[in-house]
């Protein structure tokens, strides 16, 4: 397991406030290609507790169940680990949760969004946790999939960040990416991520820089964030005893200038979330200029002295443009994953209904 930076006990042994026992909260999933949606789910299910574990499947597990990850697990783990919301990592976790799993960790409930997470015969995952009472659920955040992650790497369009309406090619495509016969599934639907002030201020730690600290700035598109920004950060954060990370993320037509494509695959304000959600990034400037002014580092009361740079090798070689080289080389293979998922989730939907109708028709015969 990978703990984050809460020393050698777990949260069980810990009083909370008041004396009493921390309350220790479970979540589990795929987490592949994390972004701000993951997030999200995962502050949520923070704000039910003190202590937050997540467990994070194998690539094995992932392949029997759902069809290949995107990302490796290896990957997959460090992402999850750097989400600030997150105490603890727990890897090669079981796909179905079950309340041994809960009882190993000592957590009082799991969470969950609301949608549904089912095996490869269709079962729910959370069948068991859920009749002992051990279950919570939080809200999805819309605007969010991977299938829409992956319909934009793989249509070359701009709309997604020029703040226009889908084109009607790219709506056709979302529409059916991935879809099975017929199939209209309220979870993998996609839809319109519209930016809050709300949302932001639940996303930043809200935390002026202090006397002592020293502020690191640094800059880029930051898009689809993944492990290779992570470990960049991570060596950035490491620089000082008491560093202040402002991450500053460039306006979306100057990354597409100087990225061209359809870059970036975020926009401003989705790339602003997921910069957000790392433990190592204090402060986010959002459309920031491409090239640092004096002005810019006043403002962040860097010292007068100008002229300091330093270039970090964050040690890892992947990049957006490697991702989208992944997804448009197993393109097959995930259309169809999602077809097969999407098979389940309508078949599952299929039964509750049928179950929920069962009583009146048979409460109707008795009369």
Known sequence: MIR???GALGGAERPGPGGRRDVRVWCDGCYDMVHYGHSNQLRQARAMGDYLIVGVHTDEEISKHKGPPVFTQEERYKMVQAIKWVDEVVPAAPYVTTLETLDKYSCDFCVHGNDITLTVDGRDTYEEVKQAGRYRECKRTQGVSTTDLVGRMLLVTKAHHR????????????????????GRNPWTGVSQFLQTSQKIIQFASGKEPQPGD???YVAGAFDLFHIGHVDFLEKVHGLAERPYVIAGLHFDQEVNHYKGKNYPIMNLHERTLSVLACRYVSEVVIGAPYSVTAELLDHFKEPKRRGVFCQ???????TTDLIVQRIIK???????????????????LEAMRQQESRPERESDSDM
């Open 4 to 6: 984050n930076g809460h």
């Open 214 to 216: 020293t502020i690191i």
């Open 163 to 182: 703040g226009q309406e889908m084109s009607s090619e790219y709506r056709e495509y979302a529409d059916s990416f991935g879809k099975c016969p017929g």
């Open 330 to 348: 197993n393109r097959l293979e995930y259309e169809a994953r999602n077809q097969k998922k999407e098979a389940k989730e309508l078949a599952f």
């Open 312 to 318: 970090i090798d964050s040690g890892n070689d992947l």
